[in-house]
């Protein structure tokens, strides 16, 4: 062997040596799973197969503010609405709100309430579906049970037979509500701007005041279910407390007049992680206040508060960035706004140290607490004289600008903002979605999660659904933070070493 063969061989050897020395230090989950959308998390490993970083990516792009220029101002609400099948009513009401203001119209009072009927029945059984199927599964089944267990099958082995039915029938009677005012559940054809196209007949009203009550003792089970499950299990109350599922950030959400948690309509306000307001604002002046971030590794942006600036993935007292969602909806507000929730609210922050509370996985709790209020509100309005009055829509005159619709979604404040021509034709459209609002902060709980969890590159499939939890508690919608096809939900874990080489990869189909 001649010298310069000799020096090929033995570089290529160190080169072949260093790939897979690196290849033994990278982890990917991919896909992830039990939330909505397509995403995977990758794991860097250092030397001592601690983790260096690790990154919740989502890999699909979404074209919907793209692809909707040119369309009648009109079918935003039908065309969003496709954004996502499990949250579909909150795009079809922010977009019907944003028509409001680009037609510069008020809905009537009754249209108003019928809105709100739809919304909050929606709210409680989309915190319905978390609960059971998609978050409560790690808690009610147990985070290390075998995955093939860590569904609503598993669920209902653990809670019984009868209480399983009655989840799935509180939830189909629910969803009828939606389906009589919208046509069908998934895509309701319901909001016009200044009102809504169906009125309530006072003939059904019966069979909806029927519902609501069995709403609120829906409502109220799961709580008792939650605390006696979830809160009564010292190791689960540990783990929700623990540090490697807490973050020190800010937080927004809709408020009423009072300062109480409000779904449909409202100003926006912020608190620092120590509780003390931040802005308050009105929905058309959030662009003073809310911006997006970029990074090359995820199609999903990254929202900031504005004035504070962009400064990375960092909590803290001047951190810019923000959480949405049941939590921090709860951690903004000074109460409730019903009598079982403002009780359920007050023992919420009594049991885990006062407002607010910063542990990730407490959004399950909140969670259950903001399906009393739904319930409660919509037992409200259903007793409320004028839900019956024909007078369900105003017509609108003037010519069309600009429009901006906010609501809280059950993932967090979801924001459409239109611009048209004068004919009503979409020139700009502009949606910031509840999970865009929580990225920064999930991926900061994804990469705390894995260096909490992961040592000396050690890996379980019950370690890795922990790390999982850490977004999971945030409900998080990736179809409406992106959108693509194929329509499945892949979960990949992949581990890479120092240089960025793939070492391990585990899937999960």
């Avoid at 009677?173 to 200044?194: C, D, M, N």
Wanted: glycine share 8%; proline share 6%.
């Amino acid at each position: 062997m001649d010298e310069t063969t000799k020096q090929v061989f033995n570089a290529g050897q160190i080169r072949a040596n260093a790939a897979y020395a690196a290849a033994k230090r990278n982890f990917t989950i991919d896909p992830i799973t039990r939330l909505e959308g397509h995403g995977k998390i990758d794991i860097y490993l250092d030397e001592k197969g601690d983790v260096e970083r690790a990154y919740f990516q989502v890999p699909e792009l979404r074209g919907f503010e793209v692809f909707s220029r040119g369309r009648p101002a009109e079918d935003m609400p039908q065309i969003t609405s496709r954004i996502c099948g499990v949250c579909p009513t909150a795009h079809h009401m922010a977009s019907t709100k944003a028509l409001d203001d680009l037609y510069q119209i008020a809905p009537t009072p009754a249209g108003r309430k019928i809105r709100e009927l739809v919304y909050h029945t929606f709210m409680l059984e989309d915190h319905a579906l978390h609960v059971f199927v998609l978050g409560g599964p790690d808690f009610i089944v147990g985070p290390e049970a075998p995955p093939a267990e860590r569904n609503i099958v598993g669920v209902i082995g653990k809670v019984g037979l009868e209480a399983g039915k009655r989840v799935i029938a509180t939830r189909r009677r629910l969803r009828e509500l939606i389906a009589y005012f919208g046509g069908k559940v998934v895509h309701p054809v319901l909001g016009q701007p200044g009102g809504v196209s169906k009125a309530l007949k006072k003939e059904d009203l019966p069979r909806f005041q029927e519902l609501a009550k069995d709403g609120v003792a829906f409502a109220e089970w799961t709580l008792q279910v939650f605390k006696q499950l979830v809160l009564g299990n010292p190791e689960y109350v540990k783990l929700i407390t623990s540090d490697t599922y807490t973050h020190r950030t800010c937080y927004m959400g809709m408020v009423d007049e009072h300062n109480r948690v409000s779904f449909y309509d409202g100003k926006l306000r912020v608190v620092d992680c120590e509780g003390e307001e931040v802005c308050k604002f009105e929905p058309r002046q959030y662009r003073d206040f809310v911006a997006e971030h970029v990074e090359p590794w995820s199609y999903m942006k990254f929202t900031f508060l504005k004035p504070r600036g962009w400064h990375g993935f960092v909590e803290g007292k001047d951190t810019s960035l923000y959480a949405v969602a049941p939590l921090a909806r709860l951690n903004v507000a000074e109460g409730m706004a019903t009598p079982k929730a403002q009780a359920a609210y007050e023992e919420f922050f009594k049991t885990l140290g006062g407002r607010p509370v910063h542990h990730t996985l407490a959004n399950h709790w909140a969670r259950v607490v903001e399906m009393l209020y739904a319930a409660e509100r919509i037992q409200e309005l259903v007793n409320d004289p004028e839900i019956t009055s024909p007078e369900v829509r105003r017509v609108p005159t003037a010519t069309p600008a600009e429009g901006i619709g906010v609501v809280e979604a059950p993932r967090g404040t979801l924001f459409h903002h239109y611009q048209t021509d004068k004919n009503g034709l979409i020139t700009m459209a502009n949606l910031i979605v509840a999970t865009g609002n929580n990225a920064a902060r999930i991926a900061l709980s994804v990469e705390k999660a894995a260096k909490g969890l992961i040592k000396q590159g050690q890996v379980s499939e019950g370690l890795l659904n922990r790390i999982e939890m850490a977004f999971r508690a945030y409900d998080p919608c990736l179809g409406c933070a992106t959108h693509a096809l194929p329509g499945h939900t892949p979960l990949k874990v992949r581990l890479l070493n120092p240089d960025h080489e793939l070492v391990r990869e585990i899937v999960q189909e």
